[in-house]
């Protein structure tokens, strides 16, 4: 069966019943959901985290199938959507990016370039502001991945690292300092994350910066949501010098809550994007306001035929069958 699954993608992609399925959602917004994107060559790549991570080529041959498919808008024409002043063409497609990672910049942002596609970055403000070679945030990732701290298991820590880095994210940083100097940094070949002063350079590749949080903790079961956007909103539009989105916000881990979109509107937040795997049904090309956005996460293993080679029938049958609400 594995290897008659290729083969049966193959066959509905080229006798059109997935084009059948594109068709169907013809008038629809998709918004694509990127973490990393980096070469093969680069001794970073083999570090980083694989279901995070596409390689430039498949990217770029990605951003071939986009073309071939779909209309690439930028963060600004899905505001027009949603505020009802110009609607969105059919097969919108909206290039997204969560965290901040130098790589959006490095591969990434010259492979966007190249066929004039503008995209968003997400960015976490607290990891941007560091001055870490590493995000210590990834640091915690990368030893649950590697199993560094496997001898913390009993603790329960290993086994849910979402749960262990947000309790690190909200304690005190000087405590939280002292606890990971315990934690084997990861190699790290070139700074992880983009600086204050790059954000401020990838206007020149077409590429806007909205926001992710502040701390980068999930935002379902904080106190005082509207204040962690606050001050992620305050910190990206200095570190941009106010050229950012901030009206646009990416949820941390994908997690939201009614809540959470109160607080964001509240701080002056429009688009609300999660990690929930649907379109965006619009009407004549206008999105329904005040609700939160779908977006299809990318990982290699659901788009590539071979390491660094697009299947775009599996491209397909990942992006165009979704719901679509
Ligand atoms: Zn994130």
Redesign the pocket.
Known sequence: MTRLRPLLRQAAFRSGVLSLARYGVRRALTAVMF?RVIDPSDPDFALADPVYTVSAPLFEQLLGFFHDHYAVVDIHSVMNAYEGSRGLPDHALLITF??GWADNLRYAAPLLRARAMPAVI?V?AEAVAADTMTWWQEDVFAANRFGWYSQDRSSGNADDPVGLVTRLALMDEKERDRLLERLPRQPCHARMMLTANELRCLADFGIDVGL?GYR?VPLVGLDDVASELADARDAIATMTADTAVTAAL?C??GRYDDKVVAAARSVGIKLVFTSDKRLNATRQGMLTPMRPLGRIGIAAEHIQAAPHRLDPAAAARWLWPRDCQ
Do not use: I, S
Request: charged share 20%; glycine share 10%; net charge negative.
């Open positions: 973490h969560d965290d997400f976490a992710h980068h990416g941390p881990h």
